[in-house]
């Protein structure tokens, strides 16, 4: 049966400090990421979190849009991290819903660059990260998150080649309570450990299966090929092209097909 979602029922027994323990639950919302944005705007705690059953506008990353139905995880955590800690946000979270689901389903997870989580090369969650710089000074940044516990790829033709969701892999509801306090378990343990390089970068590189592949990579209408040799401590991919030559490609102009 389907576990119903509710502030309370995320709240209960979280073993966390602050992330996830002010919990704002809508059943339909278009976008946890605009909710979460006005909530910092209007200076919600560290460690909020906007989450919904259903969104009817989610996005992904350059306008991009997420389908996130009802049964699926999509929710938002409000963090006020130092601006040199942006890029680190999303690597820890990439490896806490890979941590996640493996932790609650005992699937293995890949993680592709920059913000893909992976089932047997078929995408299961994505991250987004937003935030608000003025001057020098982060005002805030959000993480979006978005796993496919429930949803039927077959049900959207667009996602049928490339999603997977946790329940059509293991053939079943799968409870999404579970999932999301251990995901806002982890993430406060290594936002907490930040900037530590050995704790998140170090290991969401090695969990990379981008690296050593070769890649296109395509920004507006310009697309290049190369082998993904390795990512910068910013996050940003080191390409290398058949000349020779290495390149650095920043997550936020780019696609990248394996
Ligand atoms: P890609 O990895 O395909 O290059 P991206 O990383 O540039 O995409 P994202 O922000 O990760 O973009 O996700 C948006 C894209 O993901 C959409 O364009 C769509 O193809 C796909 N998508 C949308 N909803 C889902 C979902 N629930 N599960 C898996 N994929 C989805």
Redesign the pocket.
């Known amino acids: 049966m389907r576990d119903s979602l509710s502030s309370a029922s995320i709240t209960d027994g979280l073993r966390t400090r602050f992330i996830g323990q002010r919990v704002i639950y809508y059943p339909r919302l278009a976008s946890t990421m605009t909710a979460a944005k006005q909530e910092a705007q209007r200076g919600a705690t560290e460690g909020t979190v906007v989450i919904a059953d259903e969104q009817t506008a989610g996005r992904?990353?350059?306008k991009?849009?997420?389908?996130?139905p009802k049964g699926?995880i999509a929710l938002s955590i409000i963090l006020y991290p130092t601006i040199t800690s942006l890029p680190y946000l999303i690597m820890l979270a990439s490896l806490a819903v890979a941590d996640a689901i493996e932790a609650v389903t005992g699937l293995k997870t890949q993680l592709?660059w920059p913000?893909?989580v992976l089932i047997n090369g078929r995408?299961v969650g994505?991250i987004?990260i937003e935030g608000e710089v003025r001057g020098r000074k982060l005002d805030y940044a959000i993480i979006g998150i978005?796993v496919?516990t429930n949803?039927n790829p077959s049900h959207f033709a667009?996602?049928l080649p490339?999603?997977t969701s946790l329940g059509d892999e293991l053939g079943g509801e799968i409870s999404r309570l579970a999932i999301i306090q251990r995901l806002l378990v982890k993430v406060e343990r290594l936002y907490l450990a930040l900037p530590s390089a050995e704790t998140i970068y170090g290991p969401w590189r090695d969990r990379l299966v981008t690296l050593g592949r070769q890649v296109e990579v395509s920004w507006g209408r310009t697309r290049y090929q190369g082998i993904a040799e390795s990512v910068a401590l910013d996050g940003s991919l080191l390409l290398r092209h058949p000349d020779g030559s290495l390149s650095r490609v920043v997550a936020g102009d780019v696609?990248?097909r394996g």
Do not use: T
């Open positions: 992904g990353r350059m991009r849009s997420w389908l996130s699926n592709k913000n893909d995408k994505g987004l978005g496919n949803l667009e996602l490339v999603a696609s990248l």
